[in-house]
């Protein structure tokens, strides 16, 4: 591989357990700090020495063409490939098969890693002892994620989501390749609802050559459920070395993320790990904790939001509360007990005045929640809530 290899990341997806925050947006628009999940992705590869990029987009895809155009202002360039239908990750990366040479990188656009991944996997496919390599991770609850079995350093085999595991290693999501990944991916079988997976033909290559495991013990981030979009946040912004806050009367904790434009009352508190994007407005004698906020949003005065992700263009009136504590949620028929969520406002949705909603609370877009109502569970888009 030489030294500038072209990275392809696979941007397409839906995101569906992350609804509402995904009925608009592609899941790597989502945003964490001051940029988007996908941007962080491009940011550690062009530092891993990748200056030329594909990316696959389907769904949602005018939000990520619109926001990155050519890569130009990344000092990149980037071409887009079209997954028309969302049909696997093994068929979002052969849509890109036109436009890619005879060996390349591939990264998912929804985790955030370091770029240290991204240069051992390039390196290892240069070495020359094989065309083909996967980095793999640690993670102590495998079972969500693609388990990987190992021969020492390659790899035998990865079983997506078993119900158990006998091993804490998982696919990264950081792979180099040669064509011959194409040809593997044309044996492959679609799956349940008609995906094509990567890691199918992964396994059908690893049948005919050596696949190498890369190991990697770095940063490995990932938003799969809403409250993953809070620990993210909080993980990059303590990390951050940068503080970003607008001249307030108000106070900003170490760790908080103040867009230019947004706007913070007298005597408000923006507790550590919250991130408030463009045009926000919160008004005096509030309290956000932990929170993040989508750009246009108005929090009223004296409110408190405490664990929550607030949509775009979402209102929040005077002296309401969303307050953090032990939820049960059920996302994509699965339950998660103990959660630790305040919960989501979805974009366009208006809460009125000492409105209260109890921790876990999803709203969906466009959601009307009348003054003093208090509301729980998950609520329809376009549902008007009045207090009875």
Aim: net charge negative.
């Amino acid at each position: 591989m030489h030294s500038d290899p072209i990275g392809v990341i696979l941007a397409a997806g839906e995101g569906r357990r992350l609804e509402p925050l995904t009925n608009r947006r592609p899941k790597p628009m989502l945003p964490v700090g001051d940029k988007p999940l996908l941007e962080h992705v491009l940011t550690a590869a062009k530092e891993a020495g990748i200056s030329e990029f594909v990316f696959v987009v389907g769904y949602e895809r005018d939000r990520i063409q619109t926001h990155f155009g050519d890569g130009n202002q990344w000092n990149v360039s980037i071409q887009y490939a079209i997954q028309d239908k969302q049909l696997g990750t093994a068929h979002a990366l052969e849509a890109a098969s036109d436009l890619v040479d005879d060996r390349f990188v591939v990264l998912n656009g929804d985790r955030i890693i370091e770029p240290s991944i991204v240069s051992k996997v390039c390196e290892t496919v240069t070495a020359g002892a094989t065309t083909a390599a996967v980095a793999v991770t640690r993670l102590p609850d495998a079972t969500s994620y693609g388990v990987v079995g190992l021969d020492g350093d390659r790899v035998t085999e990865i079983i997506e989501k078993p119900t158990e595991s006998t091993s804490d290693i998982i696919n990264a999501g950081v792979y180099a390749f040669d064509r011959s990944i194409f040809d593997a991916i044309d044996r492959i079988d679609s799956g349940v609802g008609g995906e094509y997976k990567l890691t199918d033909a992964i396994n059908a290559l690893a049948d005919e050559q050596s696949v190498a495991a890369v190991r990697y013990d770095g940063w490995w981030l990932d938003v799969s459920y809403p409250w993953d979009l809070l620990s993210v946040t909080g993980r990059v912004l303590d990390r951050s070395t940068e503080t970003t806050a607008p001249e307030t009367n108000g106070y900003v904790a170490r760790g908080a993320h103040i867009a230019d434009s947004a706007s913070i009352g007298q005597n408000t508190v923006v507790g550590r790990g919250s991130s408030i994007g463009q045009n926000v407005r919160i008004g005096p004698n509030a309290t956000v904790e932990r929170s993040v906020v989508f750009p246009d949003t108005t929090i009223g005065a004296g409110a408190v939001v405490k664990d929550c992700i607030v949509g775009a263009n979402a209102s929040i009136g005077a002296n309401s509360t969303v307050p953090s504590g032990e939820a049960t949620m059920i996302i994509d028929g699965e339950l998660h007990e103990g959660v630790r969520f305040g919960g989501v406002v979805g974009d366009n949705a208006t809460v009125g005045g000492a409105a209260v909603l109890a921790a876990g609370t999803v709203l969906g877009d466009g959601v009307s929640v009348g003054p003093g109502a208090s509301v729980s569970g998950t609520v329809e888009d376009g549902v008007e809530i009045r207090r009875s």
